[in-house]
Structure formats: C-alpha cells, structure tokens
C-alpha cells in the first residue's frame, strides 16, 4: 500500500500521568536474536528462566486445547516491535529484550523479537511519518496522532483487523473483546474493523491515577483545614507564600497545569467541568469554549500576578518542578500518584516534616461532591498495532494474543513468580525485591524491568496491582479518592472519527488546539486582557470550531448507537 506523509500531532508536554514513564539517553535501536543465558538482574536477582517459567508453559499449553495457540509455538518466528525507550530502565539496559520481561516474554512465545526503540514520543511521530515501520507498535495514537486510530488505519499506518482475523489468530483476544462490549465498542470503526490490541483496566476498580496534592503539614501548621474551594485553595496558597516563605506556593508546568484542568480540578468552581470536551446527557461540551472558562483564566491569572504560581511556568520542567516540591520551596501540584508522589514520599521517607495529600478536585460549594476527575477510560489508549509494513500479520496477532491468556496476564502484570511476586492464599503479592528492593531501586524500577504494569502493554491490568504498586498510605488515599466523582456520567468514551470526517477533524484538532493553547498562556501572563475573551471565542469559531464540535458529537452519536 502506497504511503503518504501525514499530519501527526507533535505532543505538547504530557503528563508521566497517563504515561508513568520519561524519555531514555540511549538512542538508535538494538536487536535480539534469541534470549542470552541467564544473569543477574541490577534489580539483585539470579534469573533461572528455565526453571522459573516451566510451570507457566505447562499451564499455557494446557489451555490451548481451548485456544487453539499453543505457546511457545514452534519455529521461534522473528517479529520486530517499536517501543519507546524508557527511562526507569535504560540506566540499567540498553533493549526491552535484555530485561528479565524480555528474556521471559521470549521464551514463553516462542517468538525472537527484534526491539526497535525510539527515545521519545516526537521522535515515534517522525518514525510513522516516514513510513519506515516495524511489525509491531506499542503507541498512544489515541491522543499523539491527528484524527486518532482510525485515521491511521486509513493513513496505510496500521492494520484494521476483521472479526474473522481474531477469531483465527487471536482467540484469547476476542474472547476478552466478547466478554467486554464497552472496550469493543472503543476499539471498533464504523466499518466493522478492530484497530488494536488494547490497553485496558480492569473493570470494578478506581481508574484515577493523578491527583492534586498538597503539602497537608503546611495546612496544619496554618491551622486550615485541606481546601475543597477555589477561595480556600487560594487562601492556602497565600499562606504558604506570605506565613510560610513558599517562593512558589503552586508548582505547575504548562503540560501539567492543562492536564489539572483536562481532569477539572481547577475548573469546576467556575461552572465549566472540564477545559476538555465532556458530555452531559449525550452533548458533547468543549469546556474551552465556554463563556464560563473566562472565569477560570481570570483566577490563574489572578495566581499568577499574586505570585502563587511560577512565573516561568511555561518553561519549567520536570526537574525544576521536584526540585521545588521536594525542597520547601512550592506546596502544591497535580500529577500521578505513582511516579510523582511517590517520589516526592520516598526521597522524604526520613524528614519527619514533610507530609503529602491528595485533595479533591476543587468544587464550587464546600461539601460538594465533584461532577469529574481524572478517570482513565477501560480502554486506556497505550495500545500495540499491527503496521502495514508487517509481513505476516497472522504471526504478529498470535504474538498479541498472548496477553490476553491466563499467563500473558500474570506475566505482564506481575512478573516472575517467586522473583517480583509470589502467590499468597491464591493471589499473586508483591514480593520484597519490589516494595524494599535490596539495591534502592524504587518499585516502578524494579517493575519496569519485569513487567508492564507500571507503564502499558496489550494486555488487562489487574485491578490488585495499583493497591500494591502504591506502597505509601497517601498513595493509597489518593487512589480511593480519585473514585469519588462522577466522572463516569461526563466523560466522553473513546470515539471513532467517521472516515468521511477524519482530514477535516485532524485539520481542525490541530489548528484550534495550538491556538486554544497559545492565546490561553497569553490571559494567564495577561499577555491578553480578559476583556479579549469574547473575541477568542468568535476566532475559534471562525477557526471551524462549531464543526469541530459537530464531528465530536456524530462520533459520540455513532458510538451509543453500536
């Protein structure tokens, strides 16, 4: 199939938040032949991957009688596969197939994967653009590529794949799709076809994984209560500046300052749920288009003159943000409770005063209950496509299914048993070289190099494993309190863009977005005067922003109907 260049949507700066992971130093790509002998890891244990996994196979080859895939299959087939180089191992490893999960992974398909890394999400982008694709890649298309999934399946990018295909060459996958209407329906185009091999959660469990979090010490030597209001939030930032010295009460870099308000924790006291696009009763709202979200830049930029917030927020990174966070010099943030807080609790494991707590997304009445929240969709977007490059897309799918067996599962949530986990009244637990490693790792190192749970894969993440990944009693609070919202009845699902709409919606997405982003930095620095703001808004209508708007709502009109 002929390939054309195509418009991808170069990320703006993205929260670790959905992500969890950073960008490698390593750079260019490393191919593995067959999995080398075993060794010890940097994680401070001997692998023995004969021994280890020999009952996993037992197992696997069992349930092919169900099945029909028996692995390891047969005559170690090659497969390559374009993955982001991850900086919780890269330290340590120079290829996804040196890790312990490779080597394992390896040897329970039966498969010799040829990694293809890149070091960061542009450099993926330039990747697909030029056409120049292994079999496989694992990639947030969802939301880093211009008219999403199915604009890169009709890009000549990635392969839809039909019912019938899945059945045959991916049994296991298709039963969990059957078992599962809800990712089926995100992950089906309106011609039938199924785009990728999903990252999806487990249903039954919290599904927010960042939050707003403040310095609860702070509060209490203020004598205040944690803030659940834009006035009390703003009154705690005040206090931490001019009663406690902190140079910047609120640490917020551009790309985590328009994900708090994506997630509506800065937004809902101002009659505006999301700055995104959210749905009420089956109408698609974008949140950045509402008169309403005046009010919100009037109080950032009001934060912002104060000197509440960073003056240099627009070019802050990740760094600088915990530096201030860890050092007293900022007392509040937004980001994931995993690799953000948890650091921040870690590295201040011994400083008896320093204390972290999640709050609520801000509300409009104290005592009110939030309307939305940070709440990943069951499909999470992080998904692993077949390329149109791939020249046997059967064995590719087979590679695929493995993740959606009993012992794929085990393997990409959990790891090695009797290494990162062992099975406890019948329920796998984390062992000690993960939640107290002997070599200081910290548990997402150490489960960056066994699993993928940590991060993404096509597979189903257990429902057990945050509960156990969050090893500090803030975590663990913040994860039940990202729950207690009502974002199910306001988030827009994971909708596919009609083919007929799909050049017209990546022309838009982009244009207005880089406006929305721009002009809106603009009134928080008050670059631009409030007093603008109605001319913002007739310029993203004129922009095409009401069509815009009409693509959303026929996708969401599609997706209820199918």
């Given at each position: 199939?002929?390939?054309?260049?195509?418009?991808?949507?170069?990320?703006?700066?993205?929260?670790?938040?959905?992500?969890?992971?950073?960008?490698g130093?390593?750079?260019?790509?490393?191919?593995?032949?067959?999995?080398?002998?075993?060794?010890?890891?940097?994680?401070?244990?001997?692998?023995?991957?004969?021994?280890?996994?020999?009952?996993?196979?037992?197992?696997?080859?069992?349930?092919?009688?169900?099945?029909?895939?028996?692995?390891p299959?047969?005559?170690?087939?090659?497969i390559?596969?374009?993955?982001?180089?991850?900086?919780?191992?890269?330290?340590?490893?120079?290829?996804?197939?040196?890790?312990p999960?490779?080597?394992?992974?390896?040897?329970?398909?039966?498969?010799?994967?040829?990694?293809?890394?890149?070091?960061?999400?542009?450099?993926?982008?330039?990747?697909?653009?030029?056409?120049?694709?292994?079999d496989?890649?694992?990639?947030?298309?969802?939301?880093?590529?211009?008219?999403?999934?199915?604009?890169?399946?009709?890009?000549?990018?990635?392969?839809?794949?039909?019912?019938?295909?899945?059945?045959?060459?991916?049994?296991?996958?298709?039963?969990?799709?059957?078992?599962?209407?809800?990712?089926?329906?995100?992950?089906?185009?309106?011609?039938?076809?199924?785009?990728?091999?999903?990252?999806?959660?487990?249903?039954g469990?919290?599904?927010?994984v960042?939050?707003?979090?403040?310095?609860?010490?702070?509060?209490?030597?203020?004598?205040?209560?944690?803030?659940?209001?834009a006035?009390?939030?703003?009154?705690?930032?005040?206090?931490?500046?001019?009663?406690?010295?902190?140079?910047?009460?609120?640490?917020?870099?551009?790309?985590?300052?328009?994900?708090?308000?994506?997630n509506?924790?800065?937004t809902?006291?101002?009659?505006?749920?999301?700055?995104?696009?959210?749905?009420?009763?089956?109408?698609?709202?974008?949140?950045?288009?509402?008169?309403?979200?005046?009010?919100?830049?009037?109080?950032?930029?009001?934060?912002?003159?104060?000197?509440?917030?960073?003056?240099?927020?627009?070019?802050?990174?990740?760094?600088?943000?915990?530096?201030?966070m860890?050092?007293?010099?900022?007392?509040?943030?937004?980001?994931?409770?995993?690799?953000?807080m948890?650091?921040?609790?870690?590295?201040?494991?011994?400083?008896?005063?320093?204390?972290?707590?999640?709050?609520?997304?801000?509300?409009?009445?104290?005592?009110?209950?939030?309307?939305?929240?940070h709440?990943?969709n069951?499909n999470?977007?992080?998904?692993?496509?077949i390329?149109?490059?791939?020249?046997?897309?059967?064995?590719?799918?087979?590679?695929?299914?493995?993740?959606?067996?009993?012992?794929?599962?085990?393997?990409?949530?959990?790891?090695?048993?009797?290494?990162?986990?062992?099975?406890?009244?019948?329920?796998?637990?984390l062992?000690?070289?993960?939640?107290?490693?002997?070599?200081g790792?910290?548990?997402?190192?150490v489960?960056?190099?066994?699993t993928?749970?940590?991060?993404?894969?096509?597979?189903?993440?257990?429902?057990?494993?945050?509960?156990?990944?969050?090893?500090?009693?803030?975590?663990?609070?913040?994860?039940?309190i990202?729950?207690?919202?009502?974002?199910?009845?306001?988030?827009?699902?994971?909708?596919?863009?009609?083919?007929?709409?799909?050049?017209?919606?990546?022309?838009?997405?982009?244009e207005?977005?880089?406006?929305?982003?721009e002009?809106?930095?603009?009134?928080i620095?008050?670059?631009?005067?409030?007093?603008?703001?109605?001319?913002?808004?007739?310029?993203?209508?004129?922009?095409?922003?009401?069509?815009?708007?009409?693509?959303?709502?026929?996708?969401?009109?599609?997706?209820?109907?199918?």
């Open positions: 199939m002929n390939k054309r260049i195509v418009s991808i949507a170069l990320a703006a700066a993205m929260t670790s938040a959905l992500f969890l992971s950073g960008c130093s390593d750079s260019g790509s490393t191919t593995a032949t067959t999995a080398p002998p075993p060794q010890t890891t940097a994680a401070g244990k001997t692998e023995s991957a004969a021994a280890e996994t020999a009952a996993q196979t037992e197992d696997t080859q069992a349930a092919a009688e169900q099945t029909g895939i028996s692995y299959v047969e005559g170690s087939p090659a390559s596969w374009g993955l982001l180089r991850k900086s919780q191992w890269s330290d340590r490893y120079d290829s996804f197939t040196d890790l999960l490779g080597k394992a992974l390896q040897e329970q398909t039966g498969y010799t994967i040829e990694a293809v890394h890149v070091d960061n999400n542009q450099a993926m982008n330039l990747m697909i653009a030029s056409g120049d694709l292994p496989i890649i694992s990639y947030y298309l969802m939301s880093q590529y211009n008219g999403k999934e199915a604009q890169a399946v009709k890009d000549g990018i990635i392969m839809g794949m039909t019912p019938e295909f899945l059945q045959e060459n991916a049994p296991d996958y298709w039963a969990y799709l059957e078992a599962n209407e809800d990712v089926k329906r995100a992950l089906l185009t309106n011609d039938g076809e199924i785009v990728a091999f999903a990252f999806v959660r487990e249903p469990v919290s599904r927010s960042q939050t707003l979090m403040v310095r609860d010490d702070w509060c209490e030597e203020l004598g205040i209560e944690l803030p659940e209001t006035d009390e939030f703003y009154a705690m930032l005040k206090g931490f500046k001019e009663q406690l010295g902190a140079e910047v009460p609120l640490a917020l870099p551009t790309g985590h300052l328009q994900s708090a308000l994506n509506g924790f800065l809902q006291p101002f009659g505006v749920l999301s700055r995104d696009k959210y749905q009420v009763d089956g109408k698609v709202i974008f949140g950045y288009m509402q008169p309403e979200y005046k009010d919100v830049l009037a109080w950032l930029n009001k934060l912002y003159e104060e000197g509440l917030m960073d003056p240099n927020f627009t070019t802050m990174d990740g760094d600088t943000l915990t530096a201030y860890l050092s007293g010099d900022s007392g509040a943030t937004a980001g994931p409770i995993g690799s953000m948890g650091t921040y609790l870690n590295t201040n494991a011994d400083n008896e005063n320093y204390s972290l707590a999640a709050i609520k997304p801000l509300v409009a009445n104290k005592g009110d209950r939030p309307k939305f929240g709440m990943q069951l999470i977007g992080a998904n692993a496509y390329t149109m490059n791939c020249k046997d897309p059967a064995a590719a799918a087979r590679f695929l299914n493995y993740g959606y067996t009993d012992e794929g599962k085990k393997l990409y949530n959990w790891g090695i048993e009797g290494v990162t986990y062992n099975m406890v009244d019948g329920q796998p637990v062992s000690d070289l993960v939640t107290n490693n002997p070599d790792l910290t548990t997402t190192q489960l960056a190099e066994y993928l749970s940590w991060d993404s894969g096509p597979f189903e993440i257990s429902k057990d494993i945050n509960a156990q990944y969050y090893i500090w009693p803030e975590q663990k609070e913040a994860y039940e990202g729950g207690e919202t009502d974002a199910a009845l306001y988030k827009m699902p994971d909708t596919t863009i009609a083919e007929e709409d799909a050049d017209e919606y990546s022309r838009l997405t982009s207005i977005n880089t406006y929305r982003d002009t809106e930095i603009k009134f620095r008050g670059e631009m005067s409030l007093d603008q703001f109605d001319e913002y808004l007739a310029t993203l209508d004129r922009m095409g922003g009401s069509r815009l708007l009409e693509i959303e709502q026929n996708a969401l009109d599609a997706y209820n109907s199918k």
